[in-house]
Nanobody, 118 residues
């Protein structure tokens, strides 16, 4: 099996910064796409930023404020969040599309809460 473990959430004031990290472990052959989604109260889960094959994709709402970095050798991905806004408050989930022996599957972390509040 594959496990994704997030860290780095917390409480931050508007305009502040946070860095989320995620590490994948288990019987991993390779990771295709890896990144972050989020779910705010009362809303559906949405893409924040993902990295795949050297390309990145960001939600329009975070472009210019968030950056994603990935270490393929360590199976980790980080999300640097700057200029945080109230509307960035959500549970952030690490996501990975992982190739294991014989198949490729999607995996999710348990989530880490980011609260932007004054």
């Amino acid at each position: 099996q594959v496990q994704l473990v997030e860290s780095g959430g917390g409480l931050v004031q508007p305009g502040g910064s946070l860095r989320l990290s995620c590490a994948a472990s288990g019987r991993i052959l390779s990771i295709n796409t890896m990144g972050w989604y989020r779910q705010a109260p009362g809303k559906e889960r949405e893409l924040v930023a993902v990295s795949s094959g050297g390309n990145t994709n960001f939600a329009d709402s975070v472009k210019g404020r968030f950056t994603i970095s990935r270490d393929n050798a360590k199976n980790t991905v980080s999300l640097q969040m700057n200029s945080l806004k109230f509307e960035d408050t959500a549970v952030y989930y690490c996501y990975a599309n992982v190739r294991v022996w014989g198949r490729t599957s999607d995996y999710w972390g348990k989530g880490t809460l980011v609260t932007v509040s004054s």
